[in-house]
């Protein structure tokens, strides 16, 4: 769906003058984009194609099919370097450069008959076509005078090319490889691997690697440069992936920096060894160790100083390099960014020596003087250096200062990388890189993100969501309003769709030809500058993510041919602003969570077909909320108090303020607070306040239809709709919120089961989340059955769920097409086959989290937290509405 409507830009250029009215911003209805990136942004979509570049060859066959952009990167990855800051080197990935000539110069120091240099093809079994030549040198000429040369055609990935000879004397050669046709290139070694000669390539010296190679002597082969595993780096013959592009009249974003998300491993074994210190620590001192390759390695701190300094060197090095190639559009700052408490929610980070020193200070700078803090906190700390973070949730000032702390170290991350860059390139854009769902429970204080901290170190947002299945959450449409407000560039540039399959590697596959036509779409509405759909090709142990060859892969090429007809219509258009704002305040955010009638709002919003952006304490800070004439709160509990003056302003001059639930009832250091007089007596001026004081979104409908009505007005359009059939619409929501973190195995048990509270309505189906350890159950199942009031009470439905239905962190259904009544409790029980063997069957469970008056049960017996339950509910729409 198209999520707004746009407007041409009058600030810029067209063939003839404009009228006056029309260069006047003032006279335009205001849009999303600001207009300090008018003039690099041109067009909604203008880049689109696939998430990651590939080779010539694939990169052909995407730009046949419409595509003009992908995604590139080069990862901080450390080499041992004893002449660098602390004994840790960079290096410039050669890959995207390309070269006319790879060589080494170097010392024999036997007679020798034969040259044998490692040869890759970029995993093209026959690849391309290349000459090496031997020359003599000197220390004034390389190629002083030529000893052989061959030509060698077809090479295969990883050979060995082999120039043999007369045999020739001691002394100090060169040998060189020109003259590349197709892919390949030469393998190196990272760092001074070989100190009696030297890299180059296109007659300028490496000193970042040396490149591999052997001799034939008498008495046997002898090693030049040896390659190693942990250090190796493939240097490309050719006009490299830039040049690649640019012959293609494609464009690239492009990652630069360090990857702090540890399920992708970058930093070598001997790093940590090198820096015990490195990784990150939870609340017991214990190392959080990650991997999705077979292999685990420790989370990687964000403020450790090895990290910080050699990612900046990185940064300076390759943004110097590649800002020479016109194929780049935009930086983007490292990897995806998070802390690992993010996958572990109840072990909490970062709790190593760095961390600790850094949250210290960033109290000193907040507070300026101990007794400051120590009357904010109620402590009797004697200095800083005293102070200790937090080792588990409260809901106080300490534990409120400890989460500000973290979202604020997360975007110094970004703040550094930024720096680095710009110092680099003047001119380009820099954008963060975002990935994760933050729009559910504690997910966003876990993660540490923040997109107004985000917005304040970067230029704008590049992002990574994964939608699936029938994504009932309309989380493209969420992230993207979340973001669309702060008025920078949006670049969703690893858009992911997964299909659940479970004989699929990683359980699901990607697009299909409604997804892709879906997502393209509400990106365009969306208003996302740069598009990027993962992926042409390939899989990862998440997920097979290739499009190539499926049925999605026409539609996607249908998508870009239609995009390109609209070009010229899109040209100098951008969303226009929604006139309807959604308060997501701060403090309720950070220390409660996403509250569950936000993301009601935001499903009632998006299906009622009403615009809207996401609004933070920030918008009011700047006056910038004041464009919106209707804000929304619902459950706003904690509001810092400089923020409740600035709503109280926005009503008063004009805005109209709809307060549903919760408002400033407590703050952040836990303590009660009553809400402001000014609610019920309604502000002073020209505004107005509407109070719904009931916490849910059903009772608060009434007065937000007649809210949006009275401040849309004319631009509102009614449609008289009439269908053939009454037509059922559904809605899910998962009791965890998506968290999860004790998978309880159902053997050795009677039951597992979980209550759940419900208001009235349709409940369609229940569904239980089962983790299988990694494996497919072959010959067990459980009964998996629902009944009415309490454990107790009568049996609505009973089945049985065979091994055939069950896959690893896979929902298992069970429908009952229930009518609940006010109050109705539902008791979902699940019943293992006799003699279900240990770690086959079990039942996500979130150990910490708390839903309404719902109890998680093993054998009857009551146990802390909520069992993984998704409810689906069903609600029959007429044939004919308006």
């Given at each position: 769906?198209l999520a707004?409507?746009?407007?041409?830009l009058?600030g810029c250029?067209?063939a003839?003058?404009?009228?006056?009215w029309?260069?006047?911003?003032?006279?335009?209805p205001?849009?999303?984009?600001d207009?300090?990136?008018?003039?690099l942004?041109?067009?909604?979509v203008?880049?689109?194609?696939?998430s990651f570049?590939d080779d010539f060859?694939n990169?052909?066959?995407?730009?046949?099919?419409?595509?003009?952009a992908?995604?590139?990167g080069?990862?901080?990855?450390?080499m041992?370097?004893?002449?660098?800051?602390?004994?840790?080197?960079?290096r410039v990935?050669d890959?995207f450069?390309?070269?006319?000539t790879l060589?080494q110069?170097?010392?024999?120091?036997n007679p020798?008959?034969?040259?044998?240099i490692a040869t890759?093809?970029?995993s093209h079994?026959v690849g391309?076509s290349?000459?090496?030549?031997?020359?003599?040198a000197s220390?004034?000429n390389r190629?002083?005078e030529?000893v052989?040369s061959?030509?060698?055609e077809e090479?295969?990935?990883?050979?060995?090319?082999?120039?043999?000879f007369?045999?020739?004397?001691?002394?100090?050669?060169?040998?060189?490889?020109?003259?590349?046709?197709g892919p390949?290139?030469?393998?190196?070694?990272a760092g001074?691997?070989y100190?009696?000669?030297?890299?180059?390539?296109?007659?300028?010296?490496l000193?970042?690697?040396d490149f591999?190679?052997?001799?034939?002597?008498p008495?046997?082969?002898?090693?030049?440069?040896?390659?190693d595993p942990d250090?190796?780096?493939?240097?490309r013959?050719?006009r490299g992936?830039?040049g690649?592009l640019?012959?293609?009249?494609?464009?690239?974003?492009?990652?630069?920096?360090?990857w702090n998300n540890?399920f992708?491993?970058?930093?070598?074994r001997?790093f940590?060894?090198q820096?015990p210190?490195?990784t990150?620590?939870?609340?017991?001192?214990k190392?959080?160790?990650?991997?999705m390759f077979?292999?685990?390695f420790?989370?990687?701190a964000?403020?450790?100083?090895?990290?910080t300094e050699g990612?900046?060197?990185?940064?300076?090095?390759c943004?110097?390099?590649?800002s020479?190639?016109p194929?780049?559009?935009y930086?983007?700052?490292?990897g995806?960014?998070?802390?690992?408490?993010?996958?572990?929610p109840?072990?909490?980070?970062?709790y190593?020596?760095n961390?600790v020193v850094?949250?210290?200070?960033?109290l000193?700078?907040k507070?300026?003087d101990?007794g400051?803090?120590?009357?904010?906190?109620?402590?009797d700390?004697?200095?800083f250096p005293d102070?200790?973070?937090?080792?588990?949730p409260?809901?106080?000032?300490?534990?409120?200062?400890?989460?500000d702390?973290?979202?604020?170290?997360m975007a110094?991350r970004?703040q550094y990388?930024?720096?680095?860059?710009r110092?680099?390139?003047?001119?380009?854009l820099?954008?963060t890189?975002?990935?994760g769902?933050?729009y559910?429970?504690q997910h966003?204080?876990?993660?540490?993100f923040?997109p107004?901290r985000?917005?304040?170190?970067?230029e704008?947002?590049?992002?990574?969501?994964?939608?699936?299945d029938?994504?009932?959450?309309l989380?493209?449409?969420?992230?993207?309003?979340s973001l669309?407000s702060?008025?920078?560039?949006?670049c969703?540039v690893r858009l992911?769709?997964?299909?659940?399959?479970?004989?699929a590697?990683?359980g699901?596959?990607?697009?299909?030809?409604?997804?892709a036509?879906?997502?393209?779409?509400?990106?365009l509405?969306?208003g996302a500058?740069?598009?990027g759909?993962?992926?042409w090709r390939g899989?990862l142990?998440?997920?097979e993510?290739?499009?190539?060859?499926?049925p999605?892969?026409a539609e996607i090429?249908s998508?870009?041919?239609e995009?390109e007809a609209?070009?010229?219509?899109?040209?100098h258009?951008?969303?226009l602003?929604?006139?309807?704002?959604?308060f997501?305040?701060e403090?309720t955010w950070?220390?409660?969570?996403?509250?569950?009638?936000?993301t009601?709002?935001h499903?009632?919003l998006a299906?009622t077909h009403?615009p809207?952006?996401?609004?933070?304490d920030w918008?009011?800070?700047?006056?910038?909320?004041?464009?919106?004439?209707?804000?929304i709160?619902?459950?706003n509990r904690r509001?810092?108090?400089?923020?409740?003056d600035?709503?109280?302003?926005y009503?008063e001059n004009g805005?109209h303020l709809l307060?549903?639930?919760?408002f400033?009832?407590?703050?952040?250091?836990g303590?009660?607070?009553?809400?402001?007089?000014?609610?019920k007596?309604?502000p002073r001026?020209?505004g107005?306040?509407?109070?719904?004081v009931e916490?849910k979104?059903?009772?608060a409908?009434?007065?937000i239809?007649?809210?949006i009505a009275?401040?849309v007005?004319?631009?509102?359009?009614?449609?008289r709709?009439?269908?053939?059939?009454q037509?059922?619409?559904?809605?899910?929501?998962?009791i965890?919120?998506d968290?999860?973190?004790?998978?309880d195995d159902?053997?050795?048990?009677?039951?597992?089961?979980?209550?759940?509270r419900?208001?009235?309505?349709?409940i369609h189906?229940f569904?239980?989340?089962t983790?299988t350890?990694l494996?497919?159950p072959e010959?067990?199942?459980?009964t998996?059955?629902v009944?009415?009031?309490?454990?107790?009470?009568p049996v609505?439905n009973r089945?049985?769920?065979?091994?055939e239905?069950v896959h690893?962190?896979?929902?298992?259904?069970i429908?009952?097409?229930?009518?609940?009544?006010?109050?109705a409790?539902?008791?979902?029980?699940?019943?293992p086959?006799?003699?279900l063997p240990?770690?086959?069957?079990?039942?996500?469970?979130?150990s910490?989290?708390h839903y309404?008056q719902?109890?998680?049960?093993a054998?009857?017996r009551?146990v802390?937290?909520?069992?993984?339950?998704?409810?689906?509910?069903?609600e029959?729409?007429?044939?004919d509405?308006?």
């Amino acid at each position: 769906m198209l999520a707004f409507a746009f407007t041409f830009l009058a600030g810029c250029a067209a063939a003839e003058p404009l009228p006056d009215w029309l260069r006047t911003e003032r006279a335009l209805p205001q849009v999303t984009l600001d207009p300090l990136y008018r003039g690099l942004c041109r067009r909604p979509v203008e880049y689109l194609g696939y998430s990651f570049g590939d080779d010539f060859e694939n990169l052909s066959l995407m730009a046949a099919d419409g595509a003009n952009a992908v995604g590139y990167g080069t990862v901080w990855k450390p080499m041992e370097d004893p002449a660098a800051p602390n004994g840790v080197g960079v290096r410039v990935p050669d890959l995207f450069l390309g070269a006319v000539t790879l060589g080494q110069t170097f010392r024999a120091d036997n007679p020798f008959t034969a040259l044998s240099i490692a040869t890759p093809t970029f995993s093209h079994p026959v690849g391309g076509s290349v000459t090496v030549t031997l020359y003599r040198a000197s220390r004034e000429n390389r190629r002083q005078e030529r000893v052989a040369s061959r030509r060698f055609e077809e090479v295969r990935d990883n050979a060995w090319l082999r120039l043999q000879f007369a045999e020739q004397p001691p002394g100090d050669y060169h040998w060189e490889c020109a003259e590349a046709v197709g892919p390949i290139g030469v393998w190196g070694t990272a760092g001074n691997a070989y100190p009696d000669g030297a890299a180059w390539r296109n007659d300028e010296p490496l000193t970042h690697l040396d490149f591999e190679a052997r001799l034939t002597t008498p008495e046997g082969e002898q090693t030049i440069v040896t390659g190693d595993p942990d250090e190796r780096i493939a240097s490309r013959l050719g006009r490299g992936r830039f040049g690649d592009l640019e012959a293609l009249g494609m464009r690239t974003s492009m990652h630069v920096g360090n990857w702090n998300n540890g399920f992708f491993p970058y930093y070598p074994r001997w790093f940590y060894e090198q820096f015990p210190d490195v990784t990150m620590l939870d609340q017991d001192g214990k190392a959080f160790e990650a991997g999705m390759f077979g292999e685990s390695f420790g989370w990687p701190a964000i403020d450790h100083p090895v990290i910080t300094e050699g990612t900046a060197r990185h940064i300076d090095a390759c943004v110097g390099e590649f800002s020479t190639s016109p194929a780049v559009i935009y930086w983007v700052m490292g990897g995806e960014a998070l802390y690992p408490t993010y996958a572990w929610p109840n072990r909490w980070s970062d709790y190593q020596d760095n961390a600790v020193v850094h949250f210290r200070e960033w109290l000193r700078r907040k507070y300026g003087d101990i007794g400051a803090l120590n009357r904010a906190w109620r402590s009797d700390h004697g200095g800083f250096p005293d102070i200790e973070p937090p080792r588990a949730p409260a809901k106080n000032a300490r534990w409120a200062d400890w989460l500000d702390f973290r979202c604020d170290a997360m975007a110094e991350r970004f703040q550094y990388h930024y720096q680095a860059t710009r110092a680099a390139d003047p001119g380009r854009l820099i954008v963060t890189a975002n990935h994760g769902h933050v729009y559910s429970g504690q997910h966003r204080t876990t993660m540490g993100f923040d997109p107004v901290r985000y917005a304040q170190v970067s230029e704008g947002f590049e992002t990574g969501q994964i939608m699936t299945d029938d994504d009932p959450d309309l989380f493209n449409l969420i992230y993207g309003e979340s973001l669309a407000s702060l008025g920078k560039p949006y670049c969703p540039v690893r858009l992911a769709y997964k299909l659940s399959d479970p004989d699929a590697r990683g359980g699901g596959r990607s697009y299909t030809p409604q997804a892709a036509r879906r997502y393209v779409y509400e990106s365009l509405g969306l208003g996302a500058w740069h598009l990027g759909l993962i992926q042409w090709r390939g899989s990862l142990p998440d997920g097979e993510w290739g499009v190539m060859g499926t049925p999605a892969q026409a539609e996607i090429a249908s998508l870009f041919a239609e995009f390109e007809a609209m070009g010229p219509l899109l040209t100098h258009t951008w969303p226009l602003k929604p006139k309807v704002g959604v308060f997501l305040s701060e403090d309720t955010w950070l220390l409660d969570g996403f509250d569950r009638q936000w993301t009601a709002l935001h499903k009632w919003l998006a299906r009622t077909h009403v615009p809207k952006h996401y609004l933070y304490d920030w918008h009011f800070e700047t006056g910038r909320a004041a464009s919106y004439p209707l804000v929304i709160s619902i459950n706003n509990r904690r509001i810092a108090p400089a923020t409740l003056d600035l709503l109280r302003a926005y009503a008063e001059n004009g805005g109209h303020l709809l307060v549903v639930g919760g408002f400033h009832t407590r703050n952040r250091a836990g303590g009660r607070c009553a809400q402001p007089a000014w609610l019920k007596t309604g502000p002073r001026g020209r505004g107005r306040i509407t109070l719904v004081v009931e916490p849910k979104l059903t009772a608060a409908l009434p007065a937000i239809m007649e809210a949006i009505a009275a401040t849309v007005g004319a631009q509102a359009i009614s449609v008289r709709l009439r269908g053939d059939r009454q037509v059922s619409f559904f809605d899910c929501e998962d009791i965890t919120q998506d968290e999860h973190d004790v998978a309880d195995d159902m053997a050795g048990h009677t039951s597992l089961s979980q209550t759940v509270r419900l208001d009235e309505g349709l409940i369609h189906s229940f569904a239980i989340m089962t983790p299988t350890y990694l494996k497919r159950p072959e010959k067990f199942g459980f009964t998996l059955e629902v009944r009415r009031a309490g454990s107790g009470g009568p049996v609505i439905n009973r089945e049985h769920v065979g091994p055939e239905r069950v896959h690893d962190n896979k929902w298992c259904e069970i429908v009952i097409d229930d009518h609940a009544e006010q109050g109705a409790i539902y008791h979902i029980v699940a019943i293992p086959d006799p003699g279900l063997p240990a770690a086959t069957i079990g039942w996500w469970r979130f150990s910490t989290a708390h839903y309404a008056q719902a109890y998680a049960f093993a054998d009857d017996r009551p146990v802390d937290g909520v069992r993984a339950v998704m409810i689906t509910r069903r609600e029959a729409r007429p044939a004919d509405a308006n």
